[in-house]
């Protein structure tokens, strides 16, 4: 490593090892000697190791820290699980599966976090292929006027699966393998146990006939393509959940046009005129979607928040913050809600701004750019920019604009 990045990298571990160890009440003697401890580490192999307070404690601020997350209320309860010692692939996908299976906890869903080791050698760098753990596939329509099905905004990622050997049935609710890879190995595929796989079919609490829709979503996003940064270094495997905010079931994933597009069935179940916009079909049938969404979940034992809830959470959040002398980084256009955003106090907020602050969550480049078209995998250095909008799913650590 090159001098003016191991300084760097100095820098970086010692501003965060002052602000973490101060919020977790360390001695000045014994902050002033893990420094030390760090500084050594890195002039001698080019990087240092946290300790499982520090990597817990670090992913924790990076939530507390992240500018599109309106539900970081919760910050501190997040559970985080050290998965460094993870080796093969095999021993990442056991460990993802014990993740879902945690984070799902039978439908009262826990935030988690499993962070595998950093990704300084791109020849040991473990990627998740995968945008989220439990996803549905997307089968573009074959002939032109043809019908497609599936989530459009998982097309690409599908077409890889299927090169790599997996098959679906084709249909609107196919659930996708895991695949993750190691440095430039072939990456490898895991199917996910149905037992693991909690779904929700939507129904209604007035609209008898809603179930004619077949309309379902699964109970916990878990996001999985995102690196970690603490401290000036970077995992490029961690993936995290929260629990759904109801509009990015039914105003996002099922109601965008790029995604199942469904706002036209709704509104032709609710026998809604779509000759005209000045009948507001959209604008009803998306108010229902998202109350089966609501019902759905509420009824299934899942948890759930609602947008006006997340919104005066959010302001219970910045309250907390500013009552210890923290800034709120946040980005207004990603903190309102999809529907109905103005009811919000979180519209009237002129106050917000989007602040640097570190440790973060930061995008990076699909893993499988290159795949496609043969050019190989991607391994380059990961930075912010990677498609922010892939598939309308704008990403937010645990609650986001999916």
């Known amino acids: 490593m090159e001098n003016s990045n191991v300084e760097e990298l100095k820098a970086q571990a010692e501003v965060f090892l002052r602000g973490c160890h101060q919020e977790l009440g360390s001695s000045e003697a014994q902050l002033e000697k893990r420094i030390l401890e760090v500084q050594r580490e890195i002039a001698s192999t080019g990087t240092y190791r946290h300790t499982g307070e520090e990597l817990t404690h670090g992913a924790r601020m990076a939530w507390r820290n992240n500018s599109r997350c309106i539900g970081r209320l919760f910050w501190h309860t997040m559970e985080v699980i050290d998965a460094r010692q993870a080796e093969t692939e095999d021993q990442i996908a056991e460990v993802l599966l014990q993740h879902i299976e945690r984070a799902g906890n039978g439908g009262r869903i826990r935030s988690v976090i499993t962070i595998f080791r950093s990704g300084e050698d791109p020849a040991s760098r473990i990627r998740i292929w995968n945008h989220q753990l439990i996803r549905y596939a997307g089968y573009p329509a074959e002939t032109p006027g043809s019908e497609r099905s599936g989530d459009p905004a998982s097309d690409a990622f599908t077409a890889v699966c299927q090169q790599l050997g997996w098959q679906g049935t084709g249909g609107d609710f196919d659930v996708l393998p895991l695949v993750v890879s190691i440095g430039d190995e072939k990456p490898r595929w895991y199917p996910i146990p149905g037992s693991l796989i909690r779904e929700v079919p939507l129904t209604h609490p007035e609209i008898e006939r809603f179930p004619e829709l077949g309309l379902r979503w699964y109970s916990v996003p878990i996001i999985s393509d995102m690196q970690l940064e603490i401290g000036g270094i970077q995992y490029t495997a961690a993936p995290f959940n929260g629990w759904y905010m109801e509009t990015e079931i039914g105003s996002r994933n099922l109601g965008d046009t790029g995604r199942y597009n469904r706002l036209p069935a709704v509104a032709d179940l609710m026998g809604l005129d779509r000759s005209t916009n000045t009948s507001l079909w959209k604008d009803r049938a998306m108010l229902e979607l998202n109350r089966a969404v609501l019902h759905s979940f509420k009824q299934a034992g899942v948890s759930i928040v609602d947008h006006h809830t997340a919104a ?12 210890v002398g923290r800034e709120v980084s946040g980005r207004w256009n990603w903190l309102i809600p999809p529907m109905s955003p103005s009811a919000t106090p979180i519209w009237h907020d002129s106050t917000l701004k989007e602040l640097d602050l570190r440790p973060r969550f930061r995008y990076q480049k ?37």
């Open 312 to 323: 005066d959470q959010f302001v219970r959040f910045q309250q907390q913050e500013q009552e």
């Open 366 to 402: 699909a893993a499988y750019t290159g795949w496609l078209d043969g050019t190989g995998l991607n391994q380059e250095k990961s930075d912010d920019t990677g498609a922010e909008d892939s598939g309308a799913e704008l990403v937010c650590p645990f609650h986001h604009k999916s």
